[in-house]
C-alpha cells in the first residue's frame, strides 16, 4: 500500500540546533490544476499526526479561495505560498534565477563644474 501524506510526518525544517522547533513543509508542482482545501486539509491531518504546529505549503499553481480561508481557520500557523509569490521570493533572494541583462543607472555630478 503506497504511503499518503497522512500516513507519514511531512517533512520537516529545524529551526533550532536542537530540533525542538521543526516548520514542516509540504511543495506540489502543479501546472495543469489548483490546490484545494482537500489538500491543504491533508497537509494540516498531517501536522497534527506529528504534533505539528508550523507548516509551509508551497505550489507552483495557485490556492483556491476555499483553501485560503480553510488556512487561515486552522489552529497552526500555516502559511499558504502561490507560483507568483514563490517566484518574487526566488528573485528577491536569488535562488533558482539567473540574471540576464544588468544596467547601470547613472545621475549627473552636481558639483563637477565647480571652482573650487
Known sequence: MAETCCERPPPGVWLD??????????????????????????????????QASRGIFITTSRFTPDATQFADRV???????????????MIEHNCGVI????????????????DE
Do not use: W
Request: charge should be negative; proline fraction near 5%; glycine fraction near 10%.
Open 17 to 50: 540546533p536542537l530540533g525542538l522547533d521543526v516548520v514542516y513543509v509540504q511543495a506540489k508542482r502543479y501546472t495543469d490544476r489548483v490546490v484545494g482545501r482537500p489538500d491543504v486539509q491533508g497537509f494540516v491531518g498531517a501536522l497534527q499526526g506529528a
Open 99 to 114: 540574471a540576464e541583462h544588468t544596467f547601470t543607472l547613472k545621475h549627473l555630478d552636481e558639483n563637477f563644474f565647480d
Open 75 to 89: 489552529n497552526v500557523q500555516l502559511v499558504l505560498i502561490d507560483g507568483p509569490e514563490l517566484a518574487s521570493l
